[in-house]
């Protein structure tokens, strides 16, 4: 294995002395110490989750007892939130600081007296909009004021930079119906920002208790990362960066695929349909081919559709070509960032988005990372950026 994962605007290197701690409100609790965690991020529909186990020093135990054995403050009061924080540094580094990998709250709790361990579940703050169900309807705002006042009404704080304006009498008054919480596909706050994240063009994910709404992030060298590959001919073995690398191509998606789009105004009584396919967008079919994949968004516009359509096409074609693997542990490296891959002389090298990364630490393990990578900007199928 080589020198493993570096990031080209950096000079990184492997971690030596991984060290780990988990913040309980802001604080270490010395009755309950890290044994292992592992960290889910994605770029999916999803919250990142954590789950951890910790060893219980009943020694240290203080006398208002566990810090996760709350009770309600009153008759009737529901539980507080409990601000979990995981941070990592290299110990063998002079001067290292604790970078924050995870911020989130407690889902779950399971005690293990016997062994005294803790096994703790947890989600980013996205779960705050995913477990908030939609009772509003919002007059005269834009997408982005509207993914503002539920972030804001979540207690959260939002960092949106959506640039879409308003979109009319029919959004206005068949939002407001879309949003009742028992007739409707948008039965949370998250449904419905994330549906109107994806209009827009947009991103929408946690960063620790603020929830940033943002345009897709393209290719930097700030944030691209490089995955060491050098194969020297058949005499030698491969040299990489990652164990267990794997490349998998979907060849029902590498035979065609068409996205159709369609939205209507029940007001005006008009419909309006939009097609993608590898040679680009149409308002009308193409020559039928490939396989056909239809999505029906009541209330967008063209200019909706036409940006969807593409955003959809993308993210299906995405599955046609991957690349999964394990390395050497990278604080640094998360999704939404991109890796470089080159000298694999296949249709697989090229700048790919990093679309998952599962992160795992223990004292006998060490600190490694399974990451997934496509190609989710793809200008035709099954192309990548060079």
């Known amino acids: 294995m080589s020198a493993g994962l570096n990031a080209p605007a950096s000079t990184q290197p492997i971690w030596r002395m991984p060290r780990a701690r988990v913040l309980v409100n802001g604080a270490e609790r010395a009755e309950t110490g890290l044994e292992q965690f592992t960290l889910t991020r994605t770029r999916y529909s999803r919250a990142d989750t954590l789950d951890m186990t910790l060893a219980v020093d009943r020694a240290r135990i203080p006398p208002g ?8 403050a009153g008759q009737g009061a529901t539980l507080p ?9 290299d110990a063998a580094r002079d001067g290292a600081q604790w970078v924050t990998m995870f911020r989130g709250i407690v889902d779950h709790v399971g005690l293990s007296p016997a062994a005294t361990s803790v096994q703790v579940q947890c989600r980013d703050y ?3 909009l995913l477990d908030m169900r939609v009772r509003d309807g919002w ?3 834009t997408g982005a004021d ?9 207690g959260l704080t939002p960092d949106v930079t959506m640039t879409d304006a308003m979109v009319g009498q029919f959004w206005q008054v068949e939002h407001k119906r879309a ?7 948008f039965q949370t706050a998250f449904d419905l920002a994330r549906t109107m994240a994806t209009m827009a063009g947009c991103d929408l994910y946690a960063d620790g208790a603020t929830i940033v709404c943002a345009p897709y992030p393209t290719a930097t060298a700030a944030n691209t990362h490089v995955l060491d590959y050098a194969d020297t001919g058949p005499g030698s073995p491969v040299a990489m960066g990652a164990y267990g690398l794997h490349f998998t191509r979907d060849y029902q998606v590498g035979r065609g695929v068409v996205v159709h789009v369609m939205s ?3 007001r005006q009584r008009t419909r309006v349909e939009y097609y993608w396919s590898a040679g680009g967008g149409s308002a009308v079919p193409g020559d039928g081919t490939g396989t056909l994949h239809s999505f029906a968004l009541p209330g967008a516009r063209l200019d909706d559709l036409k940006r969807i359509a593409r955003q959809k096409y993308n993210q299906i074609t995405a599955h046609a070509r991957t690349i999964t693997g394990t390395i050497p542990g990278c604080v640094t490296l998360a999704p939404r960032d991109f890796m470089r891959l080159s000298g694999t002389n296949t249709t697989w090298d090229g700048t790919l ?4 990364v599962t992160s795992s630490f223990s004292w006998q393990g060490g600190f490694a990372q399974h990451v997934t990578l496509r190609a989710r900007n793809t200008l035709q199928e099954g192309e990548t950026d060079g």
């Open 146 to 154: 509207v993914v503002r006042a539920m972030v804001t009404a979540a």
């Open 126 to 128: 996205l779960a705050k």
């Open 264 to 266: 209507w105004d029940s």
């Open 179 to 185: 949003s009742a919480a028992t007739h409707s596909r």
């Open 65 to 72: 007892g566990l810090w996760f054995d709350l009770q309600p």
């Open 81 to 89: 939130d409990i601000d979990i924080t995981v941070q990592m540094r």
């Open 139 to 141: 007059m005269n705002m």
């Open 353 to 356: 988005d990093v679309d998952a």
